[in-house]
């Protein structure tokens, strides 16, 4: 009893200081154990203080918060490797990583010369809560055996965009694991059909920076051009560009009516099937996504569309069709179908998780450079294939951007 509460003061104490460890690092087990004692007025305190930090900021910051909670970095030499071998089962979409054991860590416990460690695996840049993986603790050694086997439910080409984080921590009573090295390893030049274990040696933290290049999932989707018909003409028949003059008098952000009155026009259908693996951004390792849409150049109030949220998926369907008026092939041919999918928050405002742009991709809009004309190899295909087959519904999957400033964000 004494003992505790003389922990108990200490930690009251720390935070009265303003410790220069973040709150948000001392995880809930230290509260409720705090509070075992006769006074529970620490487990308010904390739960209170540890509420306000965390409301500051975003759901990614949560997540955030929550994968590094009460881990130290650099206390110890990093010393000994690991050894693993890695498998991928094609028939049921399963990467496998078999822990068999390591050698020669770093004691924590120095005079006896011992440490409580376990192994812990991501699969980067994913490092919410959902997506760790962790062995048992081996008590008192430095040479633990493990022998067991972490998995994955991923597919190929995802698991292709993805770096294996393998770390060894040392499990500490109350709740503060220190780090005893890792391994980081690209996953698109290994052959996972003979990777059989390899001892691999432990190196300092050193996480890779999150590059443009993150792989934030897939989208599903169907479009349709769908041609007028007026006294025998559709615009099928319309391949020549519009003259300088003529593209200066159309105002596309200011049409009253989004029906197809203007002689040759028609309608652009855009159906929003689903996406898959998108990133989760909340404590819980899930998200809200939805997808807005415009057509470019026209980014007002009226040209602005969306489907509704589906709570709680990393592989939302929504079925969504929406529709735009009065275009032609031509003038398509000088737009940009963008889509961006976006995680709901009733709070702050909406995370962002990817999209796509489907456009010709020249950089130019009837004549003038834009930055929105950048589509990629694989949304510029999309997109001329609708305009080839005017009436018929072109199908696509595509692979969201992790940003939207440049081409194919990068």
């Known amino acids: 009893m004494g003992k505790d509460t003389a922990e108990r003061e200490s930690y009251i104490d720390s935070v009265s200081r303003g410790s220069q460890r973040s709150l948000a690092e001392n995880s809930e087990r230290n509260y409720i154990r705090y509070a075992s004692t006769s006074d529970t007025s620490t487990l ?50 399963i990467f496998e990583i078999k822990v068999i054991n390591c050698r020669d860590l770093a004691p924590i416990d120095t005079k ?41 439910t991923i597919s190929q080409s995802e698991l292709q965009t993805r770096t294996l984080n393998v770390s060894v921590w040392n499990r500490d009573a109350f709740g503060r694991n220190t780090f005893l090295g890792e391994v980081l390893m690209p ?16 190196c300092n933290k050193a996480p890779p920076a999150e590059t443009s290049l993150s792989y934030k999932g897939d989208i599903i989707l169907a479009l349709r051009f769908e041609p007028a018909a007026i006294d025998g003409r559709d615009d099928t028949a319309e391949e020549t560009p519009p003259s300088p003059d003529k593209q200066k008098k159309k105002k596309l952000g200011k049409r009253k009516s989004n029906s197809p009155t203007k002689k040759s026009a028609g309608w ?30 026209d980014r007002s109030k009226q040209g602005k569309r969306k489907t509704n949220v589906v709570k709680n998926n990393l592989n939302p369907s929504w079925q969504y069709q929406l529709s735009y008026g009065n275009v032609t092939l031509k003038s398509l041919k000088e737009r940009c179908l963008e889509l961006t999918v976006w995680d709901y928050d009733t709070i702050g405002s909406n995370d962002f998780l ?57």
Request: net charge positive.
């Open 44 to 93: 308010t305190l904390g739960r209170k203080l540890q509420r306000s930090q965390l409301m500051k900021g975003s759901s990614t910051s949560l997540t955030s918060l929550y994968s590094e909670a009460g881990e130290h970095y650099g206390k110890f030499p990093i010393t000994g490797d690991i050894q693993f071998g890695l498998s991928y089962n094609y028939k049921i979409g």
């Open 112 to 152: 006896k010369n011992k440490s409580d460690p376990y192994v812990k695996t991501y699969l980067l840049p994913d490092k919410t809560k959902n997506g760790k993986r962790k062995t048992k603790v081996k008590r008192g050694t430095i040479n633990p055996m493990f022998e067991e086997a972490i998995r994955y």
């Open 187 to 202: 996953l698109d030049t290994v052959s996972l059909d003979s990777y059989k274990p390899t001892w691999h040696p432990l």
């Open 354 to 410: 990817g999209g796509i742009r489907l456009g010709m991709g020249t950089g130019l809009s009837f004549g003038k450079e834009v930055d929105w004309m950048d589509s990629t190899a694989d949304e510029i295909r999309a997109w001329e294939t609708m305009l080839k087959t005017p009436g018929e519904w072109t199908e696509a999957t595509l692979t969201l951007r992790p940003n939207m400033n440049t081409k194919g964000g990068t």
């Open 268 to 297: 652009l259908h855009v159906n929003i099937k689903e996406a898959k693996n998108l990133m989760a951004v909340r404590m819980n390792g899930s998200s809200n996504p939805f997808v807005k849409c415009y057509l470019e150049p």
